[in-house]
């Protein structure tokens, strides 16, 4: 049977157009709370790294991960698929929780903080990355998807993947190098 137990009562699963709509509702919202958390860690990073090579280098890409963040909330409102508020919360919170991990420092930051958090930025701008491609590819059949809009988005992606990659090796060669050998 098409149903699911919902308080006592039988409802009928959504099917057809409504089910995929839904569908696209909760894989957009999912990516919103992930461009949430991004944002978030990404503009933490810049205001911990301020002055640095580290810094200079990173706040363009934290800039962009927040224009990325409006261009995403621009789709989802062409498409008429409404933001999911706690899904938003549920990012930032999570992103808040994530800085509770034990770092072997007590009052102040890791080195290794740092390079957990290029790790995780990188994590987040590959799942954006394949959400822009998703995107694109659903674009062929649904008109509001401009092609042109998702392919420089896709792009944008790409190039900061490449610069939070750098950062990264780097960043984790200087904190973990002397831990080997």
């Not at 962009?64 to 938003?88: F, N, T, W």
């Not at 740092?114 to 062929?140: F, M, P, S």
């Amino acid at each position: 049977m098409n149903a699911l137990p919902h308080s006592g009562t039988i409802q009928r699963r959504p099917t057809g157009r409504r089910a995929d709509r839904k569908l696209l509702g909760i894989y957009l919202n999912d990516h919103l709370a992930g461009a949430t958390a991004g944002t978030a860690r990404a503009t933490r990073l810049v205001r911990t790294a301020r002055g640095s090579a580290l810094g200079r280098a990173i706040e363009p890409v934290a800039a962009e991960m927040a224009r990325d963040r409006a261009a995403l909330l621009d789709i989802m409102r062409e498409l008429g698929v409404p933001v999911r508020r706690y899904k938003v919360c549920a990012g930032w919170a999570g992103e808040k929780l994530g800085r509770l991990k034990p770092n072997g420092h007590l009052v102040q930051g890791s080195p290794l903080g740092v390079v957990l958090d290029l790790e995780a930025l990188r994590l987040g701008v590959e799942g954006k990355a394949a959400g822009w491609q998703t995107l694109r590819r659903l674009g062929a059949t649904d008109e509001r998807l401009d092609p042109a809009r998702l392919d420089t988005l896709l792009e944008r992606a790409r190039r900061q993947q490449e610069r939070i990659e750098e950062w990264r090796v780097r960043r984790a060669e200087e904190v973990l190098a002397a831990t080997v050998g």
